[in-house]
């Protein structure tokens, strides 16, 4: 590959700024890739605390951050199995597990294999009967009892190839979900790939080693060519390309972006499925091993776009584009036809030829119409839509990043509370939650997206045990002790508020009103009504983004949830001496006829569960009526009915409603509670406090 001459030099600058305004830039990659590591960790620590027999990866686009908002790729999610042990060699088998070899024989395709069941008392082969009994077992005509590469689809999906496809919701991307097995060694295909660098020094002999100890997947697909397609299964390395992706700088990044818009745009409208972006990916590792990395600038990606469309068009002309890290896997093979192979080539080489002018006309994220505007070839609109408007899609995207990793750590919280919830110590398993935690954190293997995650978790369990300790404290003696009030400081800065309001909650019942107010006015001053957006993990919808939420987010990763995020404020019932009385309802809101109604998601309705802003204004109306100051407690009274009426993001109206309602009634104005309290109950018709309230206020009347 030569270096582009002075104009091609030019335009690949312009092109480079056009991709770095629609957000393709070494920060926003960054982030990208940092936000879902730290939402896969939260997976890694739930599987530890709760022993579920998975783990969980994110790969492709999204996790890489090779992607924009135009392009609309999916999440790629696999699963692996942790009650299979996939092996290579006997030496690896393993007593009492579901033992599986990898087989490899003249009916295997390059790149995939065979796996045959093993005994669980023995490292040999199983001869028992177990295929008649189970129907995802196979026995072949040499004896062999294999597992099928069977893929279920579950309800609301599609299954394509190995993956179950999910559509996207409340704002989330599509995701295709796999489910495959690990083996932790590296694959003997793949032994020989390990000692060769390219020709710039990539991969470099630090990204080869870690990719050995990354072992391989096995997923459920056999090969379009493949003699045994029910029985094969292809030998992935996702976890080695992941880290290759994570390896390249912003140029080789945005080279690959440009592929996969090439594709969308002008091949697959034409020849859908002959070329895949995982082709396009094979293609830029196989043009990055070949060539010096100092071709790989801002300055020269017009040309390394053309080297590496050539190299695609070479691909199709010998209809053979190998696996970069086992070749011998031919992902053409079996995909292209003939008629297919010259209509793409027809079109490739009608792209190579055009150059710049066939990128003009690509409309995903305007990126032809930003194009034309840095060539001075259209004139630069005052509104600046083409400069901007993708960039703040990019920013919004990452914006709903985050804010899913605030979402993942607080449902990793819930779950914590509700193993905690049903055990007689409670104070013993948050402590040992917190134990476990800290371990995790202290671990060697433990990388830096878990030791974040950790931190954030371990904040959250503090402040629980705070509460709870706080509630025994004062159902004994009326007051909080020290080593109460020294959990609830290690919890504090969980996030914006709700470690505060369980500890303005708890001083509250103790009757330090002072002390109250005074931890609630911090949580005002902290709470910037045009930032701070709620999280639950009782719900999964975020109907609105806040643009200043968005804003913020570009400056910082997880450690703001501090300043930006709001949980809601969660109470067991072990915790109920340090509730008001007002939201002690909340615990005792379901009937036995109501209990029928609900489903698994609603194991959150045994405990108080309120949001944090209504809580604030709820607390500081009784902190204010205590304190005998009128106009402050009226003013909290106000804020609260308009935070309901107003705020689009709660996702406990209904309880709110139930405490505006005895606010209300405590002023004498039962019409307006009642009225309330009927707004809750269209809002939740079952499961719901508000059926209470409604009976006792009307026995009043």
Known sequence: MSQA??????????????????????KTVLKRRRMLLLKESTYKIKKILTGVNHSTYYFGSQVEGSTTPGLKSDLDILLSRDDMNVIQDWSMWQPGVKNLLMVNDETTSPGYCLLQLLKADEPSPC????????EDLLADGRGRTLMKNIVKPKN????NGPATTYPGKNNSSAFDKVVACQCKSWPKEA???LSQQGIGGWPTDEVRRYCETTGCFVVPVGSKQGRNKQLEWRISTSRAERCLMFSLNITQIRCYILMKMILKTFISPQCEAAISSFMCKTVLFHCIHTTHLNQWQEHNLLACLKYCLLSLQDCVRQLNCPHFIIPENNLMAGRISYPVQQQLLAILKSIIQCEIWALIDIPIDDLGMRLQQKMNRLPVYPCGCYYHSSADMSSKALGFFIYDFFYSVRLTYSIIIRLARTCRMVPFLLLNSISILVKIYSSSECDTPQKSVCKLLTRQVCSSLGSVMASTDIDASSSISHMALAWFSAGLNSDVSSSRLKLASALYCAGETEKTEYVLGIVEEKF??????????????LKTI??????????????LIKDIAAFCVVFMRCEINSVPKELRYEMFRSTQEDLLERNEKDNWMDCAVVDSLPYLYFLQYKTYKHLQRGADQQRALLNLATTIDTDKNLNHRETALNLLGQCLEQENRYDAALCCYTKSRNIRTRNNAANYHICKLLSTF
């Open 191 to 193: 032994q020989l790939w």
């Open 156 to 159: 609301g999906s599609v299954v």
């Open 127 to 134: 001869t028992c009967n177990y295929h008649r009994t189970h």
């Open 528 to 541: 910037d009504l045009d930032v701070v957006t709620p999280v639950c993990a009782c719900c999964d919808s």
């Open 5 to 26: 001459p002075g104009h091609s030099e030019s335009l690949s600058l312009k092109l480079s700024e056009v991709l770095s305004d629609i957000g393709v830039d070494e």
């Open 546 to 559: 806040k643009p200043r939420f968005v804003s913020k987010c570009k400056t910082g990763n997880e450690e």
